[in-house]
């Protein structure tokens, strides 16, 4: 599947579990919360909501706000880099 004009980065890594971040290239605690996921060998699929208008509201409608990042795991969601609350859902 080639998407060339996809704004999504699939990282895939050792763990099974996989996550959702939505993200702004700008972003401090995204870029945190995405280094969080390759030092732990978390999978992850980074949605760039800057970028991404459909994606954008799809994190609105979910949360009801527009901070970034977003993380989904599972049926998760944790809005803001929470690393404590991440490592008990990825159980690392």
Same mark, same amino acid.
């Given at each position: 599947m080639d998407n060339t004009n996809d704004?999504? @980065?699939n990282t895939?890594?050792?763990n099974e579990v996989t996550a959702i971040i939505y993200s702004t290239? #700008?972003?401090h605690y995204c870029q945190a919360a995405k280094e969080f996921?390759?030092?732990n060998k978390v999978s992850y699929e980074d949605i760039n909501?800057? @970028?991404n208008a459909e994606k954008r509201q799809e994190m609105i409608?979910?949360?009801g706000q527009?901070? #970034?990042p977003v993380i989904r795991i599972g049926n998760d969601v944790v809005i803001g880099f929470?690393?404590?609350k991440l490592k008990e859902l990825l159980g690392v």
């Open positions: 704004t999504t @980065e895939n890594t050792l290239p #700008v972003c996921f390759k030092e909501v800057a @970028e409608e979910m949360t527009m901070g #970034v929470d690393e404590g």
